[in-house]
């Protein structure tokens, strides 16, 4: 089965991801940011993906995924944020993020892009 690890300090939006992700089939897991998705992925639960906001308290999407590079971790990453800009575009790229999406997003863009990364 694979499993996502959605990253969002908007419990909301959390929540929503982690209810339409479960719906299509995957186990998925919730972090309010960066600091606890790592703490997620060293107690065991490891992502096939990673679904990051940019802009969060204590460690943000960029640095997290720095951070799994950095452990040697396969995990493909998906940027979803309401400010994307060729900055951070470029920076995500060079840290291998496949793809960003820009808030609000329709889910339909969502499954397409996890199914097109899983396949």
Known sequence: MVKILCVDDSTLQKNELVKFLKSL???VKG???GVEALALITEGFLPD?????????????LELIEEIN???LNILAIVLSTHV???IEKKGQELGVISF?????????LR??????LN
């Open 70 to 72: 950095k452990k040697g």
């Open 31 to 33: 972090a309010s940011n």
């Open 101 to 109: 999406i820009k808030k609000p997003f329709n889910y339909g863009k």
């Open 49 to 61: 993906v990673l679904l990051t906001d940019l802009f969060m308290p204590e460690m943000d999407g």
């Open 25 to 27: 089939g995957y186990s």
């Open 112 to 117: 397409d892009v996890l199914e097109k990364a």
């Open 85 to 87: 800009h060729n900055a």
